[in-house]
């Protein structure tokens, strides 16, 4: 399903356009109902200012909650880098054959983490994902046939080893899926909302382009928490250079694991 978070540009502008509309809004309500009474503009004046500190503190939580999400992001990056690294080097504990095919197949599946970081298609994606799962199913299978033969405290090292690759596939993947929840971008949007009725209510006489520099502030700043949050979909995003360092060190060293020893270090 299409998410509009995914579309940071897109949120910058129905963002922008829905807080410019609802300070017209304001100022309309002004002129239909009643205006202020010089005696009422303090306390309304409170209630603004109130509003706009909530708005500037949920502004600033939300952005906290992606940038948090992006550090996560990076982190299992490198986590998946190191363990793939480490399970290379390991190969050598296995025999000559079986170590022969982990490798190749260690250095198809580094392609395929690659390209899960730097591909936006979304028809691509769902190929990775399948071309990583058989792999993940080679991998496995490779040693534990070898594990089930000869179960040596050697073999059951390389075996760990392949464990940590598999699970930081998918602890990446859910880091992947940890977005900000609808209900936080809703309540942060109402907010937004209600801060632009009430500067429009409030002002003196209606001034559209004044209108526009608290929408803009507000739709820039749910552009840059959009922009963070969206693995894909944004200009910032995770770039696999420790997975991508990692697979010009295999392919300049093949056969040679020990050189790829705590390779995102």
């Known amino acids: 399903m299409t998410n509009i978070v995914d ?13 410019w509309l609802s300070a ?8 239909r109902l009643r205006r202020l009474q ?15 500190t909530l708005l500037g503190l949920l502004i600033g939580f939300t952005f906290s909650m992606a940038t948090g ?12 880098a190191n ?11 296995l025999p000559n054959a079986d170590a022969a095919k982990v490798r190749d197949l ?8 690659v390209l899960f970081y730097t ?27 070898r594990a089930v033969a000869q179960p040596t405290p050697v073999v059951a090292l390389a075996v760990s080893g392949m464990n940590d690759v598999l699970n930081s596939q998918g602890y990446t993947q859910a880091a992947w899926w940890n977005r900000i929840p609808g209900a936080a971008w809703a309540l942060v949007t109402s907010i937004a909302i209600c801060c632009n009725l009430l500067i429009g209510y409030g002002v003196h006489r209606t001034n559209t382009s004044l209108f526009m520099v ?52």
């Open 7 to 19: 579309y940071p540009v897109l949120v910058l502008t129905f963002a922008f356009l829905a807080f």
């Open 24 to 31: 017209l809004v304001g100022a309309f309500l002004r002129v």
């Open 38 to 52: 010089e005696d009422e503009r303090e306390d309304f004046g409170n209630v603004q200012a109130a509003a706009l």
């Open 69 to 80: 999400r992006y550090e996560q992001r990076k982190n299992y990056e490198e986590a998946e």
């Open 83 to 93: 363990a793939i690294g480490t399970e290379y080097v390991r190969t050598d504990l």
């Open 106 to 113: 260690l250095r198809k599946y580094l392609d395929q983490r």
């Open 119 to 145: 591909t936006r298609s979304g028809q691509q994606n769902r190929q990775i994902d399948i071309d990583t799962a058989q792999l993940q199913n080679d991998l496995w299978s490779t040693v534990q046939a």
């Open 214 to 265: 608290l929408p803009l502030a507000v739709s820039v700043s749910f552009l840059l928490i959009a922009d963070i949050d969206s693995p894909r979909g944004g200009l910032i995003r995770v770039r696999p250079q420790n997975l991508v360092r990692l697979s010009q060190t295999l392919r300049g060293t093949l056969g040679d694991g020990n050189s790829v020893t705590n390779i995102a270090h």
